[in-house]
Structures are given as structure tokens and as C-alpha cells.
């Protein structure tokens, strides 16, 4: 049996629901529910019933034959500071709405978290905890299964938030110190934090066992795309409000594109009090994180991009009782945004192992030039049963058949013009010769 102690603070506030409405404290419940999402997120696995199994193993559940105790266990405390005073009074913040608007100083930060300053249904201000709050996370348990847990801590962190409004930028928090301390992973990012985020996510995707293969039934790692900020910030309200500035313009610059906004996250209400939404799964999570990072007391904002499929295979959105299909094309339209802008740079963070052992075939016997990842794999959008399209540049032109690999792996050696902008825009670059 060990025990490790993890050190926290809030570098963003919190907006994570007490037991009275309106109020903000700190649950345990919150903190052992986002661990098991992040554990199923690493672990990358479509086949659902030994997904649960596994995951029932570490943290607990109900299975057919009964009831399973958790194997880590988990105790959470701290005073951080309860604000008081709403958001914006509290950090002076600055926004207005103008016909339907938002302008000001601040607006991206009233953009990104505009549902968490509205009153409650009780009509009560939300409040939240403080940025610079601290508190401390134990676990015990055996090795074997604290290290999944911890991988999944390591992932909320870096990835992830707490509560409300936390893909949004909400609930960031840091690690300060484990005690005693682990080689398992650093919880310390340097400067180059692309790096320590890749090597680190490598490490921990292995501590589950998890990235064997490309994955759609939820919300995953499997392959996953994330975009750096250029700029360094002294705050934490700098970082924010800088990408949700961005975001809000580059989302009011495609309002037509109104089906393909789902993507974004549903449902979508519109000025004019007409809904986005699907067919039946109405409230779906955006697969696009927006988080603010600390790397040596300068801030940076980050996307991240999860992959699985949007919807269940069939299921379409609905808009003023029109009908329409979502993918997530507008999200690699975002992060070319981003790109051409000079305001990041994007980067391949994570994909399966499959796709590394295709890559490597396809290199050692066709020598091409270059091996691109395009269509719903690359985007992130897949089904279960989706192919695996990859455009093979500058074959020597002997034959090579991988359908006995993966029978989902479609090779294109000609592209057309169509194909040739797809990959410009969503392409996932694999392997080029030197």
C-alpha cells in the first residue's frame, strides 16, 4: 500500500457546485468523476463492456455478477478562498452587451464563461473558488493501481478542469508538490511545454495501457491535436480573455455555417431564441478543450482537440425543423485560424499504435515521399467502422495489400483537387523522407 500527496492551486477560478445553490466548495465526488473520464480518455478503447470492467477494477462499480470495491482510495482538503463577489466585480472585468454584443475590455473572458455569470435558477450569484486557492489530493493504494490514477491526475491537470465552464477555461489548476516524489511522470512543465505535454501524455497513456488503436465511442485520446498560444501572458485573465476574443470572432465570422457550429457543443442557442440541437442526444460536450497552462509563472493558452464520433451513427442536428449533419471540419478550420494568423502553433499530440505499425509498413515497402492521414480519422470524427485514408505520396509503385492489417485501410496514391484541399486543411503529416 502507498500514499501520495499532491499539493494543488486554482490558477483559474472554479465554479464547482456545493451543497447549497449558487455556493462553491470543493467535492471529492467532482475530483473522482473527472479521474475515471480522463482514465476512459487515455485508455482509448471502443469495446465498451471490458472498458467498464477495467475501469471498475481501479476506481469501483456495479458489474452483472456484483458490486466492486475501488482499489485506490481518496481523501480531499483545503480552505481555498470563496469569493464573495461576483466574477467580474471581483476581478475588476470589463463587458457589455450592445445589440446583442458582447464588447469590452474583457469579453473574451465573458465570452468563454458567460453561463457561469448568470444568477442561478434561484436567482443567487454563482460563486466560485479563487484563483490562487490551494488544496491537497491523497491517494492510497497498490502501485499497480495507483499508477492508472495517477496518469488520470496527471491528465486532469494538464489537459482538463473542474467544474462548470472548465472546457472553457474554468477550474485550471497546478500541481506545486507530490509528496513523496514519483519518476512515474513530471508534474513540473518546462519551456519547451509541447514537448514535456507529449512525452509526459506518452508515459501516461502507457501507464494504463491504453493507445493501441484509433477509438469513437466517446470522447478520447487516441489521436489528438493541440494548439500552443505564441504569446506568453503575465495573468491568467490575459491567457483567457486573448483566446476568447479569438474564439468569439472566428465563430461570428462562420454564423452561417450553422450546423457545422455544433461542433462547438450542444445545444447552441441562438439570438433569436431558436436552438441548435440533435435529434436525441441534445446536450453534447465540445471535443474542443480551451485551457490555460502555467509554465514558470508566464500563461498560455491551449486547444486541445479530442476525437470521437459527434453523434451516434445516424443521428442528425436539428435547426428551425431543418436537418443536418455534423462533423467537425469547422474545428480544423479553427485551428488553420489559429495557424495562418501567427497566433499558434499546432501540433500531432498523441495517435494510436496501430496507425504507427501501418505507418512503418507502408514506409518499408512503397519508400514514398510522404504518408498523410486524411477525412474523419484525421478530424477525429470517426465511427466505429470508418476508413483509415491514407494518401501515399511518391510510391515506387510496387503492390502492397493491408487490408489483411486493417481491412478499414484505404491507400490513395492520386488525389484530386477536392482531396488535395481536405488535406491542406485536416491532413495529419505521418512520415516524410528526408
Same mark, same amino acid.
Given at each position: 500500500?502507498? &500514499? =501520495?500527496?499532491?499539493?494543488? !492551486?486554482?490558477?483559474?477560478?472554479?465554479?464547482?457546485?456545493?451543497?447549497?445553490?449558487?455556493?462553491?466548495?470543493?467535492?471529492? #465526488?467532482?475530483?473522482?468523476?473527472?479521474?475515471?473520464?480522463?482514465?476512459?480518455?487515455? %485508455?482509448? =478503447?471502443?469495446?465498451?463492456?471490458?472498458?467498464?470492467?477495467?475501469?471498475?477494477?481501479?476506481?469501483?462499480?456495479?458489474? @452483472? !455478477?456484483?458490486?466492486?470495491?475501488?482499489?485506490?482510495?481518496?481523501?480531499?482538503?483545503?480552505?481555498? @478562498?470563496?469569493?464573495?463577489?461576483?466574477?467580474?466585480?471581483?476581478?475588476?472585468?470589463?463587458?457589455?452587451?450592445?445589440?446583442?454584443?458582447?464588447?469590452?475590455?474583457?469579453?473574451?473572458?465573458?465570452?468563454?464563461?458567460?453561463?457561469?455569470?448568470?444568477?442561478?435558477?434561484?436567482?443567487?450569484?454563482?460563486?466560485?473558488?479563487? #484563483?490562487?486557492?490551494?488544496?491537497?489530493?491523497?491517494?492510497?493504494?497498490?502501485?499497480?493501481?495507483?499508477?492508472?490514477?495517477?496518469?488520470?491526475?496527471?491528465?486532469?491537470?494538464?489537459?482538463?478542469?473542474?467544474?462548470?465552464?472548465?472546457?472553457?477555461? #474554468?477550474?485550471?489548476?497546478?500541481?506545486? %508538490?507530490?509528496?513523496?516524489?514519483?519518476?512515474?511522470?513530471?508534474?513540473?512543465?518546462?519551456?519547451?511545454?509541447?514537448?514535456?505535454?507529449?512525452?509526459?501524455?506518452?508515459?501516461?497513456?502507457?501507464?494504463?495501457? $491504453?493507445?493501441?488503436?484509433?477509438?469513437?465511442?466517446?470522447?478520447? +485520446?487516441?489521436?489528438? &491535436?493541440?494548439?500552443?498560444?505564441?504569446?506568453?501572458? /503575465?495573468?491568467?485573465?490575459?491567457?483567457?480573455?486573448?483566446?476568447?476574443?479569438?474564439?468569439?470572432?472566428?465563430?461570428? *465570422?462562420?454564423?452561417?455555417?450553422?450546423?457545422?457550429?455544433?461542433?462547438?457543443?450542444?445545444?447552441?442557442?441562438?439570438?433569436?431564441?431558436?436552438?441548435?440541437?440533435?435529434?436525441?442526444?441534445?446536450?453534447?460536450?465540445?471535443?474542443?478543450?480551451?485551457?490555460? =497552462?502555467?509554465?514558470?509563472?508566464?500563461?498560455?493558452?491551449?486547444?486541445?482537440?479530442?476525437?470521437?464520433?459527434?453523434?451516434?451513427?445516424?443521428?442528425?442536428?436539428?435547426?428551425?425543423?431543418?436537418?443536418?449533419?455534423? /462533423?467537425?471540419?469547422?474545428?480544423? /478550420?479553427?485551428?488553420?485560424? +489559429? @495557424?495562418?494568423?501567427?497566433?499558434?502553433?499546432?501540433?500531432?499530440?498523441?495517435?494510436?499504435?496501430? +496507425?504507427?505499425?501501418?505507418?512503418?509498413?507502408?514506409?518499408?515497402?512503397? *519508400?514514398?515521399?510522404?504518408?498523410?492521414?486524411?477525412?474523419?480519422?484525421?478530424?477525429?470524427?470517426?465511427?466505429?467502422?470508418?476508413?483509415?485514408?491514407?494518401?501515399?505520396?511518391?510510391?515506387? $509503385?510496387?503492390?502492397?495489400?493491408?487490408?489483411?492489417?486493417? !481491412?478499414?485501410?484505404?491507400?490513395?496514391?492520386?488525389?484530386?483537387?477536392?482531396?488535395?484541399?481536405?488535406?491542406?486543411?485536416?491532413?495529419?503529416?505521418?512520415?516524410?523522407?528526408?
Amino acid at each position: 500500500m502507498r &500514499k =501520495l500527496t499532491f499539493e494543488l !492551486e486554482f490558477i483559474t477560478p472554479a465554479f464547482i457546485g456545493g451543497a447549497e445553490p449558487g455556493s462553491a466548495e470543493l467535492r471529492p #465526488a467532482s475530483f473522482v468523476g473527472l479521474l475515471r473520464w480522463w482514465w476512459r480518455a487515455l %485508455k482509448g =478503447l471502443d469495446k465498451m463492456e471490458d472498458l467498464y470492467r477495467e475501469e471498475c477494477e481501479i476506481f469501483g462499480g456495479q458489474l @452483472r !455478477e456484483g458490486s466492486r470495491s475501488g482499489k485506490v482510495w481518496f481523501k480531499l482538503w483545503g480552505e481555498p @478562498r470563496k469569493s464573495d463577489k461576483p466574477m467580474k466585480e471581483r476581478y475588476s472585468l470589463e463587458w457589455s452587451y450592445i445589440n446583442r454584443r458582447l464588447v469590452g475590455e474583457h469579453a473574451g473572458i465573458g465570452y468563454l464563461l458567460y453561463s457561469v455569470n448568470l444568477r442561478t435558477r434561484h436567482n443567487l450569484e454563482r460563486t466560485f473558488l479563487e #484563483a490562487g486557492s490551494k488544496f491537497w489530493l491523497q491517494i492510497f493504494g497498490e502501485e499497480q493501481y495507483l499508477k492508472h490514477v495517477v496518469a488520470s491526475l496527471w491528465a486532469l491537470i494538464y489537459l482538463g478542469g473542474v467544474g462548470s465552464r472548465s472546457r472553457r477555461g #474554468a477550474g485550471n489548476f497546478d500541481c506545486l %508538490k507530490v509528496e513523496p516524489p514519483i519518476d512515474w511522470l513530471s508534474f513540473k512543465p518546462d519551456q519547451n511545454i509541447f514537448l514535456w505535454l507529449s512525452n509526459n501524455l506518452k508515459k501516461a497513456i502507457q501507464l494504463v495501457n $491504453g493507445g493501441k488503436d484509433f477509438c469513437a465511442k466517446y470522447s478520447n +485520446l487516441s489521436l489528438s &491535436k493541440i494548439m500552443l498560444s505564441n504569446e506568453e501572458f /503575465d495573468s491568467w485573465q490575459g491567457a483567457l480573455n486573448h483566446i476568447g476574443k479569438i474564439m468569439m470572432n472566428f465563430r461570428r *465570422e462562420n454564423r452561417n455555417r450553422v450546423f457545422e457550429m455544433g461542433a462547438f457543443g450542444l445545444p447552441i442557442r441562438h439570438s433569436d431564441g431558436s436552438f441548435l440541437k440533435a435529434e436525441k442526444h441534445h446536450r453534447r460536450a465540445s471535443p474542443t478543450i480551451i485551457k490555460v =497552462l502555467r509554465v514558470e509563472n508566464k500563461y498560455i493558452w491551449m486547444v486541445l482537440k479530442l476525437s470521437g464520433e459527434p453523434l451516434p451513427e445516424g443521428e442528425q442536428l436539428i435547426f428551425n425543423r431543418q436537418k443536418g449533419k455534423m /462533423d467537425y471540419s469547422i474545428l480544423e /478550420d479553427f485551428r488553420l485560424y +489559429l @495557424r495562418k494568423n501567427n497566433l499558434a502553433k499546432s501540433y500531432l499530440l498523441t495517435k494510436p499504435e496501430s +496507425l504507427e505499425r501501418i505507418t512503418i509498413l507502408i514506409k518499408e515497402n512503397l *519508400e514514398p515521399q510522404r504518408i498523410i492521414l486524411m477525412g474523419s480519422r484525421a478530424r477525429g470524427d470517426a465511427s466505429i467502422n470508418s476508413p483509415i485514408d491514407l494518401v501515399v505520396e511518391g510510391s515506387n $509503385g510496387k503492390p502492397l495489400n493491408l487490408k489483411s492489417v486493417d !481491412e478499414r485501410i484505404n491507400l490513395i496514391e492520386k488525389i484530386t483537387p477536392m482531396e488535395e484541399n481536405a488535406i491542406n486543411r485536416e491532413g495529419v503529416l505521418l512520415y516524410e523522407r528526408k
